[in-house]
């Protein structure tokens, strides 16, 4: 479009603003715009404006869209405040992605919280790394259209697939994924997990150390496991053993990791691909197992996955071996310490003159 | 015998190397306890704080490793040293436990309870020698589940691999066990008991007083009395000196784990026959003799 052109849009909206009604001009407003007014002009799909690198940038605003977003019923000011005055100030785009990036501050006015949450996830870094695709409010909720973002809940991964592609195919896969596209209540979707706006990077210590919590959140919750016959002993047999007391112990410790990374829930069961136990395609079926425990310990042989106890509390049928241990130190402890004790108890008794 | 005591104040008793032991033995064991506790009781939150003072889980783990690994180079030196004594027939046996410290126990039990006389002891009283026992074995459960811990994928490769948890179990609660009969125990016969408290500096000072030597190891001391006169020197009694070296170096242990089961099993049968005694209505222990004999007349009759 040449300057020409843009002159004559602005001169059309200026018009239309001057000759609006009064009566539909919210009041209280300094300069009242009301989205009539805006439409007047955006509502031409051939609307559009060229950025410095030659792109063209569409102006068009549907008012359908509009209608069915949960905005309908705030003014298009409201968020492009510049615009209210008629005819618009120039602007300088570099290029389409400029005039989005400027947006997104306005967001914030309404949306504080979760903005601020977003200055610390790991899109907000890679903004920082000067990124310019690093997504933006607008690139996951929708600019004019923006619905409730988990409604329906396959919504979700379909707006993280948009960059993150193969992670989603996996997760579409999984057995969590499955379900949430029967629209099931009970399984996470990718925001469950990875949070919507303060998303931690994957490989961040903080990441990790909360994994346990993550999974044991569902998979700890009796009302919720026992619908799928699934065990909420997992997180505590996790914990108790070897590698949940390690993540336990750096999470609480207060200091900075320092320790080769220690199995967490996803480093055995699969990330994204997780399926359940029984499934061929598990990482944690007994055929697959060994390959699983090698991806941290590569010398294991095949009677090393034994040493783990697959979440069960050893018991007369299952780890018999271990259980006749626990239950013979629980009776060897208090047998070792009551005899000796009440000889003590007794010396000190003869002692004390008493008897 | 008593006219001619030694005029010496004091004798030694321990050797440089064997206070050295006691010595590393200690340091490692608050560094092996400070560092393990935290990790067995790892949801409480002192743990967590304790861990954080000892610089992260990792750091402790390493210290811990450290130290482990010198507990047990110290135990197996211990262990070479008394099996070569014992090929050389250099040792007098004298920590064994022998039938005498069985009697000997049951005896200060019923001296606790007010029936006769405290018993005299030998070198090593029957208290000390479960204690040297219950150490050395405990060490041998912990130094071995240590290792099995320590490179779990070399254990797996010829053992079965259940038993790294069953390790992981027995290192965790025999460390326990350790603790508490350090705590209880070795507390009380080195620090509370009224007889040395505050404090029995033996094992430090490497010597003990002639006077406590005679009151605490009676037939040690008039043996001691006895080669401070001239006298050839009594070997003192004991029934493994008359075993093959094989045989003693089996027997040894096997005497020793038999002991340090037995001593708690005393103090239990206390109150099992107490409970018994209030069962069967016997109510004083003063009248017990005359009560089981009336049982006994009665039974035959």
């Known amino acids: 479009m040449t300057a020409d052109g843009r002159f004559v849009i602005a001169l059309a909206c200026w018009i239309l603003f001057v000759t609006a009604p009064a009566s539909a001009q919210p009041s209280g407003r300094s300069e009242p715009v009301d989205n009539a007014t805006c439409l007047g002009c955006h509502a031409d799909a051939s609307l559009a404006i060229k950025a410095a690198d030659g792109a063209g940038i569409s102006l068009h605003v549907s008012e359908n869209a509009l209608a069915g977003s949960v905005h309908a019923k705030h003014a298009c000011v409201d968020c492009h405040k510049a615009m209210a005055e008629i005819p618009h100030p120039a602007m300088a785009l570099a290029s389409k992605r400029t005039l989005t990036v400027a947006l997104n501050e306005q967001c914030r006015a309404c949306h504080f919280a979760n903005y601020t949450k977003t200055l610390d996830s790991v899109h907000q870094l890679a903004v920082a790394r000067g990124d310019r695709m690093a997504p933006l409010c607008v690139d996951c909720h929708g600019a004019h259209d923006v619905k409730k973002p988990s409604t329906p809940r396959t919504l979700v991964s379909q707006t993280c697939a948009k960059c993150h592609e193969g992670v989603a195919a996996a997760y579409a896969r999984s057995v969590h994924g499955q379900d949430v596209s029967k629209d099931n209540p009970d399984v996470p979707t990718c925001v469950d997990c990875h949070h919507a706006h303060d998303i931690a990077g994957p490989h961040k210590t903080e990441w990790e150390l909360r994994l346990p919590d993550m999974c044991g959140r569902c998979h700890a919750d009796a009302a919720k496991m026992k619908k799928y016959g699934l065990s909420t002993n997992v997180l505590r047999t996790y914990l108790a053993d070897f590698h949940g007391k390690t993540a336990s112990l750096r999470r609480d410790q207060g200091t900075p990791v320092s320790g080769a990374v220690v199995a967490r829930c996803p480093d055995c069961h699969g990330v994204h691909d997780i399926q359940k136990t029984k499934d061929p395609q598990s990482h944690v079926i007994k055929a697959n197992l060994l390959q699983t425990c090698r991806q941290c310990h590569p010398g294991a042989t095949g009677n090393f996955p034994g040493a783990w106890l697959s979440h069960y509390e050893p018991g007369l049928h299952k780890a018999p071996l271990v259980y006749a241990v626990k239950v013979g130190y629980w009776l060897l402890i208090p047998f070792m310490i009551g005899g000796l004790g009440l000889q003590i108890l007794l010396h000190l008794w003869r002692l004390s003159g008493i008897r | ?301």
């Not at chain 2, 030694?6 to 440089?16: E, G, I, K, Y």
């Not at chain 2, 110290?74 to 008394?82: I, M, T, Y």
């Not at chain 2, 340090?260 to 003799?289: E, N």
Request: no cysteine; aromatic share 10%; charged share 15%.
């Open chain 2, 1 to 301: 015998m008593i006219e001619r005591a030694p005029r010496v104040q004091s004798v030694t008793r321990f050797s440089t190397l064997e206070r050295v032991e006691h010595g590393a033995v200690m340091t490692l064991f608050v560094v092996l306890a400070l560092t393990g506790f935290p990790q067995k009781f790892y949801d409480h939150r002192w743990a967590q704080v304790l861990t954080g003072w000892l610089g992260g889980v990792d750091t402790a783990r390493w210290f811990h490793r450290a130290a482990g690994l010198m507990f047990g180079a110290l135990l197996a030196a211990h262990v070479l040293r008394l099996a070569v004594s014992v090929v050389r027939r250099t040792t007098t046996l004298s920590m064994v436990p022998t039938r005498r410290d069985v009697a000997d126990a049951i005896q200060t039990i019923n001296y606790y309870l007010g029936s006769g006389d405290a018993p005299r002891f030998d070198r090593f009283d029957y208290r000390q020698k479960f204690e040297y026992w219950g150490m050395l074995l405990g060490s041998a459960v912990v130094v071995g589940t240590g290792l099995a811990l320590l490179f779990p994928i070399r254990t797996a490769s010829w053992l079965p691999g259940q038993l790294i948890p069953a390790a992981y179990v027995a290192h965790s609660q025999e460390g326990l066990m350790a603790f508490l009969v350090v705590i209880v125990w070795h507390i009380y016969n080195a620090h509370l008991n009224p007889d040395v408290f505050p404090f029995d500096a033996s094992i430090f000072t490497g010597e003990i007083s002639a006077h406590r030597l005679e009151h605490e190891h009676a037939i040690e001391y008039e043996r001691l009395a006895q080669g401070a006169t001239g006298m050839p020197v009594q070997t003192p009694d004991n029934p493994y000196r008359r075993l093959s070296w094989p045989v003693q170096l089996v027997v040894a242990p096997i005497a020793g784990a038999v002991f340090a089961m037995l001593l708690p099993a005393l103090g239990m049968g206390v109150v099992v026959k107490a409970a018994f005694d209030a069962m069967t209505g016997r109510r004083t222990r003063r009248g017990q003799g005359d009560s089981q004999d009336r049982q006994a007349v009665a039974r035959t009759s």
